[in-house]
């Protein structure tokens, strides 16, 4: 059989702006690096510029300029960390059945995490589309977008051409969206039968994207990995100003010769958040780059409610059993012990509670060894609750709150980990 070879015929497909190539593996069509959208530094997207001929899409494009150096955790693996940085990052990856069938395929569309802060759409070989393409029979569609500085800089203060700098990487998402809806067909894919889906960080623009009116046509229904939050985001504009302000200052910019900002580079303009950053944040600050309330988005659910314009759109939910958690022990100490001295242990590191909590723990996961009680998340699980209480209140019926708790193999037996999830979803 070919499915597993390139063939050497390539598709070619009509979008809105001009003609794409692609590369075709077995019975998967693959487009990378595709431009969705066209944005000057810190202001809004507009619409790409169309072309004559045949562009090819066969590397993946830029992604948003990061902060640091990759640092991934120690569980993950199979990183693609060192893609090409650029500011022109408004692009996305499409894998889509060979065979188009009626053309009404469904369409996912994953949005990558690391917060507002890093990350890239092919972060991950578990990124990649093609096994959920190829078993799922759906288009599968990736996004890169700007993040950190250059997606949420509040620079409202320095003139009206700034107005949506707090949120342009929001902006970024809605423009990639758009772009599906009036393009995905060519591909076999259904813009009526849009399905937005991330972890982390990305669960959290999904649910994002539920509260902005202008998102609303373009997406059915969402999943949110593990992307609940424990506490908003700085509500005080004031602080993003400031960070702003300081930062500018730092590179000598001023209202005076605010254009400037278009022009520094962005390791001058990183430098400058490290110069000021610590200072603001012991002043008691918010130095953290993401998306802030305005009159186009109300802000994070479940803290500021869901927008009414999504509420008959169904959610779903979710987080692990480990998450950022983990048990002190080795894999050779917690092998060596016995039951009681298990119950020892937990009593020493719960105090008066750990019985109740075996008790509880036990009921919910009878399959699991008791020890993994002290590597159950106390961080994204509540919020998760609260997020999903919160959506249902609407009424519709059309919300649902899930957990994914086995162990992995991973350091002999571990509880599912941030992030352990997407494989089994993706593979």
């Not at 693959?30 to 959208?37: E, L, N």
């Not at 008790?359 to 159950?376: K, Q, V």
Request: proline share 7%.
């Amino acid at each position: 059989m070919s499915q597993y070879a390139f063939d050497p015929i390539k598709p070619v497909v009509e979008t809105k702006y001009g003609q794409l190539r692609g590369i075709r593996y077995g019975d998967v069509d693959m487009f990378m690096g595709v431009k969705y959208a066209d944005a000057k530094r810190f202001q809004r997207p507009v619409e790409p510029e169309p072309w004559e001929g045949v562009k090819n899409a066969y590397v993946y494009g830029p992604i948003s300029p990061q902060m640091g150096d990759p640092s991934p955790f120690p569980m993950y693996r199979g990183l693609l960390l060192l893609q090409k940085e650029g500011e022109d990052c408004q692009n996305l990856n499409i894998w889509a059945p060979a065979d188009k069938g009626d053309g009404k395929k469904p369409v996912f569309v994953w949005i990558h995490g690391g917060g507002f802060m890093a990350g890239n759409a092919m972060e991950e070989y578990s990124f990649d589309g093609f096994n959920l393409c190829r078993a799922g029979d759906v288009v599968f569609v990736s996004i890169n977008h700007r993040l950190n500085i250059l997606g949420y800089m509040n620079l409202t203060e320095y003139g009206e051409e700034f107005a949506e700098s707090p949120n342009a990487g929001l902006w970024d998402l809605l423009a990639a969206l758009k772009w599906i809806h009036e393009n995905i067909a060519a591909f076999g894919g259904d813009p009526e039968n849009v399905t937005i889906c991330g972890h982390s960080g990305g669960g959290g623009k999904v649910l994002c994207l539920y509260q902005m009116p202008e998102a609303a046509p373009y997406f059915q229904r969402g999943v949110c990995l593990s992307g609940t939050t424990p506490q908003p985001p700085s509500t005080e504009a004031e602080d993003t100003r400031a960070l702003a302000r300081e930062m500018l200052n730092a590179l000598g910019i001023g209202k005076e010769n605010i254009q400037d900002v278009y022009t520094v580079p962005f390791v001058r303009l990183r430098w400058a958040y490290r110069q000021v950053a610590r200072r603001l944040f012991n002043e008691g600050r918010y130095v953290i780059f993401e998306p802030e309330i305005t009159d186009k988005f109300i802000g994070f659910p479940p803290f500021n409610g869901f927008a009414p314009c999504s509420n008959q759109k169904p959610l779903i939910i979710s987080s692990v059993l480990g998450e950022f958690a983990a048990c002190p022990l080795s894999p050779e100490e917690k092998e060596a012990m016995s039951e009681a001295e298990k119950e020892a242990f937990l009593r020493k590191t719960f105090g008066d509670v750990a019985d109740e909590l075996m008790a509880r723990f036990r009921s919910a996961y009878p399959n699991h060894d008791i020890l993994d009680l002290t590597a159950t998340d106390t961080v994204f699980r509540q919020p998760a609750i609260d997020a999903a209480y919160e959506k249902a209140a609407s009424g519709s019926g059309n919300t649902y709150l899930c957990m994914a708790s086995p162990n992995t193999l991973e350091n002999g037996r571990t509880p599912l980990w941030h992030g352990g999830s997407i494989g089994r979803c993706a593979c």
